[in-house]
């Protein structure tokens, strides 16, 4: 009965959302306003039968219904209840409703919270997210139905992907759903404001808190992908430019870019256009990530289905959100003229240049993706783009983001002087390029990416720390007048400062991992010790452990320092019987400034077995900065200017049919 209830919710929630995507829209176009107010109903009606519904599947995998299809295709009763929790997203129908879920969630957030928009535009972009919401219920309903019954259940399921079967993956979809999905609300708020034909500064101040923390989410949502990756496939990377992972960082990208070109809007009322194209372009290759994970089209570990007809649906969700929206910009832009001027040296530019670096480097990782699938298309052959590619083409444009950032956040607005702007920053640069030549000169043959990397991780830092200071006219007035200063910045400008340096340190960890990483491949028996850089690694026992749903073959290895004991690791291979799949388990010795990285592998035919050892140094710092950028949005959504909209009290719209309506 619990079932029946959940489908009937899902299908209920599909016939709100149809009038949600209906009514509002001719309301604001009509100005009648209790057309208008039907979105506030509609929202929170199915914002709660989509919990129902996911409650109801949530039910279901916990007590193992196995009459029902989804779980006895995905869960197993002897299954963990923590994985039999995440089972319910573990696969493609469940993640499908969790991806509805969060839709509905960001559409009852924005009628929540927005209660400073004018009843217009709140209205449209109601309407708008009902559209999305109404195209993925489609979806669902009719090609991915997670409530399917089984005519005769089996006794048993078939269990969850034990890949999928570790705690990272309770969190990693989630962050990852709430970041793809919050970038809907971008892409409503730019076509509603292209059906409206207005955009100004009190627009941007509203798209931006709500774009912000869908790239919060998705930084964590990535990191946390990396960390999976990194600790659970024992391959010892931590990222593979897997087209599921690129999927992913492209909105990303799209959303920081969209970001930086909010702030232009709303403070100089400039490249409005160019905005609108970035909030729609973000959400588009949200589109793309699904389509690419669900369509079976590229091969990855991360795939959900194989299912071209499915594919081919939600292409088709693509093509007329993406060409709808980018139709409608043809006929509109032209009418969003810039109010604001300004010279090629002023933030303005400085922004529009970390805009096109961003947008262009994600073209670069789109193609990489994507070509493969063009060449089987067109020519028949097989073939890869993997990491050099990805490497040698994506790297320049982000070495040149970097070099730039500091030096476009101080510059003044409308037009600068880069002399003028560069003389609080010259002892930053230099003590970059120091730090730069000094690791140059103490490393023995080592890569030139890590002296250029940290010369550009202490230039980011160290830049913010500059700019903070520069704001608060450190040095031109006393010291206790510069903290009082500094305690009355805005906490955006705190916030852009953190996440600024957060990059820095991501920056850092990547070229101290890419350099001086270390690896051994060995075949060990026990008693067996083999050194690694400073440290010896002995094979103490290899031995048979059975778990609650696999049997593992786990080795017993002691770290050592100068012959003194310091750790225990234990690596491990598994096997799952009901999945009839093994895995690897790596087992990892942390420090702040490295970790030792070990992989058991088959015993071998003459005796012992194939053991791989890493030395990775500053590897954690990789997801210390993705933590620090991510704590840097979290403090820029507190300042109180993202949860009010000043802006608008100065611009109040005009709907059809009204008056002027202030924004709060």
């Given at each position: 009965?619990?079932?029946?209830?959940?489908?009937?919710?899902?299908?209920?929630?599909?016939?709100?959302?149809?009038?949600?995507?209906?009514?509002?829209?001719?309301?604001?176009?009509?100005?009648?306003?209790?057309?208008?107010?039907?979105?506030?109903?509609?929202?929170?009606?199915?914002?709660?039968?989509?919990?129902?519904?996911?409650?109801?599947?949530?039910?279901?995998?916990?007590?193992?219904?196995?009459?029902?299809?989804?779980?006895?295709?995905?869960?197993?009763?002897?299954?963990?209840?923590?994985?039999?929790?995440?089972?319910?997203?573990?696969?493609?129908?469940?993640?499908?409703?969790?991806?509805?879920?969060?839709?509905?969630?960001?559409?009852?957030?924005?009628?929540?919270?927005?209660?400073?928009?004018?009843?217009?535009?709140?209205?449209?972009?109601?309407?708008?997210?009902?559209?999305?919401?109404?195209?993925?219920?489609?979806?669902?309903?009719?090609?991915?139905?997670?409530?399917?019954?089984?005519?005769?259940?089996?006794?048993?399921?078939?269990?969850?992907?034990?890949?999928?079967?570790?705690?990272?993956?309770?969190?990693?979809?989630?962050?990852?759903?709430?970041?793809?999905?919050?970038?809907?609300?971008?892409?409503?708020?730019?076509?509603?404001?292209?059906?409206?034909?207005?955009?100004?500064?009190?627009?941007?101040?509203?798209?931006?808190?709500?774009?912000?923390?869908?790239?919060?989410?998705?930084?964590?949502?990535?990191?946390?992908?990396?960390?999976?990756?990194?600790?659970?496939?024992?391959?010892?990377?931590?990222?593979?430019?897997?087209?599921?992972?690129?999927?992913?960082?492209?909105?990303?990208?799209?959303?920081?870019?969209?970001?930086?070109?909010?702030?232009?809007?709303?403070?100089?009322?400039?490249?409005?256009?160019?905005?609108?194209?970035?909030?729609?372009?973000?959400?588009?290759?949200?589109?793309?990530?699904?389509?690419?994970?669900?369509?079976?089209?590229?091969?990855?570990?991360?795939?959900?289905?194989?299912?071209?007809?499915?594919?081919?649906?939600?292409?088709?969700?693509?093509?007329?959100?993406?060409?709808?929206?980018?139709?409608?910009?043809?006929?509109?832009?032209?009418?969003?003229?810039?109010?604001?001027?300004?010279?090629?040296?002023?933030?303005?530019?400085?922004?529009?240049?970390?805009?096109?670096?961003?947008?262009?480097?994600?073209?670069?990782?789109?193609?990489?993706?994507?070509?493969?699938?063009?060449?089987?298309?067109?020519?028949?052959?097989?073939?890869?783009?993997?990491?050099?590619?990805?490497?040698?083409?994506?790297?320049?444009?982000?070495?040149?983001?970097?070099?730039?950032?500091?030096?476009?956040?101080?510059?003044?607005?409308?037009?600068?002087?880069?002399?003028?702007?560069?003389?609080?920053?010259?002892?930053?640069?230099?003590?970059?390029?120091?730090?730069?030549?000094?690791?140059?000169?103490?490393?023995?043959?080592?890569?030139?990416?890590?002296?250029?990397?940290?010369?550009?991780?202490?230039?980011?830092?160290?830049?913010?720390?500059?700019?903070?200071?520069?704001?608060?006219?450190?040095?031109?007035?006393?010291?206790?007048?510069?903290?009082?200063?500094?305690?009355?910045?805005?906490?955006?400008?705190?916030?852009?400062?953190?996440?600024?340096?957060?990059?820095?340190?991501?920056?850092?960890?990547?070229?101290?991992?890419?350099?001086?990483?270390?690896?051994?491949?060995?075949?060990?028996?026990?008693?067996?010790?083999?050194?690694?850089?400073?440290?010896?690694?002995?094979?103490?026992?290899?031995?048979?452990?059975?778990?609650?749903?696999?049997?593992?073959?786990?080795?017993?290895?002691?770290?050592?320092?100068?012959?003194?004991?310091?750790?225990?690791?234990?690596?491990?291979?598994?096997?799952?019987?009901?999945?009839?799949?093994?895995?690897?388990?790596?087992?990892?010795?942390?420090?702040?400034?490295?970790?030792?990285?070990?992989?058991?592998?088959?015993?071998?035919?003459l005796g012992g077995w194939a053991v791989r050892l890493y030395y990775k140094p500053f590897?954690?710092?990789?997801?210390?900065?993705?933590?620090?950028?991510?704590?840097?949005?979290?403090?820029?959504?507190?300042?109180?200017?993202?949860?009010?909209?000043?802006?608008?009290?100065?611009?109040?719209?005009?709907?059809?049919?009204?008056?002027?309506?202030?924004?709060?």
């Amino acid at each position: 009965m619990i079932i029946e209830i959940g489908h009937f919710a899902l299908i209920v929630a599909f016939m709100v959302a149809i009038v949600q995507s209906v009514v509002p829209l001719i309301g604001a176009q009509k100005g009648w306003h209790g057309w208008m107010a039907v979105a506030r109903p509609t929202a929170n009606a199915q914002f709660f039968l989509l919990t129902l519904s996911f409650a109801a599947l949530t039910y279901a995998f916990v007590v193992s219904d196995f009459s029902v299809q989804l779980v006895a295709t995905n869960s197993n009763s002897a299954k963990p209840m923590l994985y039999k929790v995440t089972g319910v997203w573990g696969n493609h129908e469940g993640s499908m409703l969790l991806w509805v879920l969060i839709l509905a969630l960001f559409g009852a957030l924005v009628m929540w919270f927005g209660n400073n928009l004018p009843p217009g535009l709140k209205a449209r972009v109601m309407a708008v997210q009902a559209m999305i919401t109404v195209a993925f219920l489609a979806f669902l309903i009719f090609t991915s139905n997670p409530f399917e019954r089984l005519p005769f259940p089996p006794l048993d399921g078939q269990d969850l992907n034990p890949l999928l079967q570790d705690p990272g993956l309770a969190f990693h979809p989630p962050f990852l759903y709430l970041g793809y999905v919050g970038l809907s609300v971008s892409f409503s708020f730019a076509v509603a404001a292209l059906i409206e034909g207005r955009v100004d500064a009190a627009w941007a101040r509203w798209v931006r808190p709500w774009t912000l923390a869908a790239w919060v989410f998705l930084t964590l949502g990535i990191a946390l992908g990396s960390w999976w990756a990194y600790y659970e496939l024992g391959w010892g990377g931590w990222w593979f430019w897997d087209p599921v992972e690129n999927a992913s960082f492209m909105p990303w990208l799209f959303a920081a870019a969209l970001l930086h070109s909010a702030t232009v809007v709303e403070k100089r009322e400039s490249l409005k256009s160019w905005t609108i194209l970035l909030a729609i372009m973000a959400f588009s290759f949200s589109l793309i990530g699904t389509f690419i994970v669900r369509s079976g089209i590229l091969t990855s570990v991360h795939a959900f289905a194989l299912d071209p007809d499915r594919g081919m649906f939600i292409l088709g969700i693509f093509i007329l959100f993406t060409g709808g929206a980018l139709t409608l910009y043809a006929f509109r832009a032209p009418a969003l003229a810039s109010k604001g001027v300004f010279g090629i040296v002023s933030r303005e530019a400085g922004l529009l240049a970390n805009n096109i670096l961003l947008t262009v480097a994600c073209l670069v990782v789109f193609v990489g993706t994507m070509w493969p699938l063009v060449i089987e298309m067109t020519t028949g052959r097989r073939i890869s783009v993997g990491p050099p590619f990805f490497d040698m083409a994506f790297t320049p444009f982000m070495v040149a983001m970097a070099a730039i950032l500091p030096l476009a956040a101080v510059l003044p607005w409308k037009r600068g002087d880069v002399g003028r702007a560069m003389r609080p920053l010259w002892g930053a640069a230099a003590l970059s390029v120091a730090l730069g030549a000094l690791v140059w000169s103490l490393q023995t043959g080592g890569r030139m990416l890590a002296p250029i990397g940290i010369t550009l991780a202490a230039w980011l830092v160290l830049g913010a720390l500059v700019d903070l200071w520069s704001r608060a006219r450190g040095g031109e007035v006393p010291l206790a007048e510069t903290a009082r200063r500094l305690s009355n910045l805005p906490r955006a400008d705190y916030g852009k400062a953190v996440a600024h340096s957060g990059l820095g340190l991501l920056i850092f960890g990547i070229a101290a991992i890419t350099a001086w990483e270390v690896e051994k491949v060995r075949v060990m028996d026990r008693g067996d010790i083999e050194p690694l850089m400073h440290y010896e690694v002995r094979l103490d026992d290899v031995r048979e452990v059975e778990g609650p749903n696999y049997i593992s073959t786990m080795a017993f290895f002691t770290l050592l320092r100068d012959g003194n004991e310091i750790g225990t690791l234990t690596p491990e291979k598994r096997w799952y019987p009901v999945a009839r799949m093994n895995t690897t388990e790596a087992a990892m010795h942390h420090r702040l400034s490295r970790d030792i990285y070990l992989v058991v592998g088959d015993p071998q035919d003459l005796g012992g077995w194939a053991v791989r050892l890493y030395y990775k140094p500053f590897v954690n710092w990789i997801w210390i900065g993705a933590i620090v950028m991510s704590l840097g949005g979290v403090l820029s959504l507190t300042d109180r200017r993202f949860r009010v909209a000043p802006g608008a009290a100065r611009n109040p719209r005009r709907q059809p049919g009204e008056g002027a309506v202030p924004a709060e």
